[in-house]
């Protein structure tokens, strides 16, 4: 895995999104060393927070840019010069901190109960989340780029990459509701990509944690009486790490 690092006020090239982008990672081939690779950056930009891309960085971005056109996410920067680039950094950092903002307003926050299990493919969605983890390698893209978020909580990390753009998908609040609810169970939200959230915690949950999480990853995901719940739970007792899907067909994932 290759790392290229930035200064907020590099110019911004192809090989990044925009002035916030920190770091780019090349070949890309293991979760775990992505994760790594990301918490040892996150010193040097506390108390900034730092959330990176998973699958698809192209898709990713796509969707994001267009999620972030939300009218209750969308803020006026004006008119700014793409040649100047301090300028233009301080319309990222207003664009992220706007959005955090809207997040953390309870006034348009989504809650934990009006989140619902999707009435369609929920069986195929619990075997999908299932094969993410237990091959989460494969489902990361081989270039993630890492995001700097100028907010000062894990849960508003969100606001680097906002998504969730497609009808049936959960959106930017939606996903917040279940990045609080995460935050629960220990885990802290440390991507996105174009169709999964991705979270770690400092050890895998104990016996007595799982039950709880598995109640609340059943209250997004519906089957209930799936028999890979249980696999689940045996996989995420040896796992720091949690992928779950956010995309109404998240699991064609598993198609690729």
């Known amino acids: ?12 090239t192809r090989a990044r999104w ?3 982008t ?6 890309v081939d293991s979760l775990t060393d992505l994760v790594a690779a990301v918490d040892a950056l ?39 010069d793409e040649n100047d680039v301090a300028a233009a950094h301080h319309a990222d950092n207003r664009r ?18 009006a989140l619902t299990a999707a009435p369609h493919g929920a069986e195929l969605d619990v075997e999908a989340l299932v094969e993410v983890n237990t091959r989460p390698d494969d489902m990361i893209d081989d270039v993630v780029l890492v995001q700097r978020v100028p907010v000062g909580r894990d849960d508003l990390a969100l606001a680097g990459i ?9 959106d930017t609040f939606e996903n917040h509701a279940v990045v609080r609810r995460l935050a629960r169970h220990g ?39 799936s028999p890979h719940w249980q696999v689940l739970a045996e996989l995420l007792s040896n796992r720091r790490t949690l992928l779950i899907g956010y995309t109404e067909d998240f699991s064609e994932l598993l198609d690729g």
């Open 1 to 12: 895995m290759r790392m290229t690092t930035y200064d907020t006020l590099d110019p911004v």
């Open 96 to 113: 992220a901190a706007r959005i955090a903002e809207v997040l953390d307003d309870v006034r348009s926050r989504v809650e934990w109960d």
């Open 187 to 225: 885990y802290r939200h440390f991507g996105t990509g174009a169709a999964l959230l991705g979270f770690d915690r400092p050890v895998p949950p104990t016996p007595a944690e799982i039950p709880p999480l598995i109640t609340d990853l059943i209250h997004l995901f519906g089957a209930p009486d």
């Open 18 to 20: 925009d002035t916030n």
């Open 22 to 27: 920190v770091a780019r990672f090349d070949e």
């Open 42 to 80: 996150r010193a040097a930009h506390a108390p900034a927070r730092l959330l990176c891309t998973l699958d698809d960085v192209n898709q990713c971005m796509y969707t994001s840019m267009h999620a972030g056109l939300d009218e209750r996410l969308t803020v006026d920067a004006g008119e700014v």
């Open 162 to 170: 906002p998504n969730g753009y497609f009808q049936g998908d959960r």
